[in-house]
């Protein structure tokens, strides 16, 4: 499967964004589905992931202003972003894995889509 992320950009803090990732090539419902972002100097870290199965769960510091869906039938995922902050700038990647577990981890993950770049002014 081929992953194509996108709908980063430049926003306020306290702004809200919403980034896809579109898949093609195979079913996304065949896959888990996660979100990770890196920042200049950091580490690539988990953000978030929606199971094959639908069930969600979102890092820490993001829980209850970041939401990861997916719809199927249009073969694409998303993370919804609220209340964004200047530390939530980063590339932010989708990637998909074949696999119910572990999936907070990025080396289960096999596929991998382009970064889309999210900047938060404060």
């Known amino acids: 499967v081929q992953l194509q992320a996108y709908g980063g950009g430049l926003v306020q803090a306290g702004d809200s964004l919403r980034l896809s990732c579109a898949a093609s090539g195979h079913p996304l419902s065949s896959y888990a589905v996660g979100w990770f972002r890196q920042s200049p100097g950091k580490e690539r870290e988990f953000v978030g992931r929606?199971?094959?199965?639908?069930?969600?769960y979102t890092e820490d510091s993001v829980k209850g202003r970041f939401t990861v869906s997916r719809d199927n039938a249009k073969n694409t995922a998303y993370l919804q972003m609220n209340s964004l902050k200047s530390e939530d700038t980063a590339v932010y990647y989708c990637?998909?894995?074949?696999?119910?577990?572990?999936?907070?981890?990025?080396?289960?993950?096999?596929?991998w889509g382009q970064g889309t770049l999210v900047t938060v002014s404060s």
């Open positions: 929606i199971s094959i199965g639908g069930n969600t």
């Open positions: 990637a998909a894995a074949a696999r119910t577990w572990g999936l907070e981890s990025a080396v289960v993950y096999t596929n």
